[in-house]
């Protein structure tokens, strides 16, 4: 039981905590950072369209939510190593950059799927936000964290 129980925590720590420069690892961390970024982008959307913001200024708020989110998760759970090329500052503006694409992805998807073929802006957020999370990741450790 004992061992068992030390295996499970090393899984964990190796999964969650300890720095690594794994893809496969840094793209699992991504992954379950994304999913809080996406509650709290997705619920920032959904509680300005119900106070009355058009779906797309609603997206593009809520999207600042969702990248200030991101970006100190994945620092601290993600991409560990800092961007010293560019220092914090240009660290951010470049990770805002890459998301500012990811946004505009965003902004593509939920546009076609509600504005052209009528479906509900929530599930448009959920699925541009799985092509995004793969654009984001990618974009994020070729061009910043390689």
Same mark, same amino acid.
């Given at each position: 039981?004992?061992?068992?129980q030390g295996a499970v925590?090393?899984?964990?720590?190796?999964?969650?905590?300890?720095?690594?420069?794994?893809?496969?690892?840094?793209?699992?961390?991504?992954?379950?950072?994304?999913?809080?970024?996406?509650?709290?982008?997705?619920?920032?959307?959904?509680?300005?369209?119900? /106070? &009355? *913001?058009?779906?797309?200024?609603?997206?593009?708020?809520?999207?600042?939510?969702?990248?200030? #989110?991101? !970006?100190? =998760? +994945?620092?601290?759970?993600?991409?560990?190593?800092?961007?010293?090329?560019?220092?914090?500052?240009?660290?951010?503006?470049?990770?805002?950059?890459?998301?500012? /694409? &990811? *946004?505009?992805?965003?902004?593509?998807?939920?546009?076609?799927?509600?504005?052209?073929?009528? #479906?509900? !802006?929530? =599930? +448009?957020?959920?699925?541009?936000?799985?092509?995004?999370?793969?654009?984001?990741?990618?974009?994020?450790?070729?061009?910043?964290?390689?």
């Amino acid at each position: 039981m004992e061992n068992e129980q030390g295996a499970v925590k090393h899984i964990i720590q190796k999964l969650f905590v300890t720095p690594t420069r794994n893809t496969l690892v840094q793209l699992f961390r991504y992954a379950f950072v994304g999913g809080i970024a996406f509650l709290a982008d997705a619920g920032s959307l959904f509680l300005l369209e119900k /106070a &009355g *913001l058009h779906y797309l200024i609603a997206a593009a708020l809520a999207f600042l939510v969702g990248l200030t #989110v991101n !970006f100190f =998760l +994945s620092k601290r759970f993600v991409f560990s190593e800092d961007a010293r090329r560019v220092g914090r500052a240009g660290e951010f503006v470049a990770y805002g950059l890459i998301g500012l /694409a &990811g *946004l505009g992805l965003t902004e593509l998807i939920m546009y076609l799927m509600t504005g052209v073929f009528g #479906v509900y !802006f929530m =599930l +448009s957020k959920i699925v541009s936000a799985a092509i995004v999370l793969l654009w984001n990741f990618a974009a994020r450790k070729l061009f910043l964290y390689r």
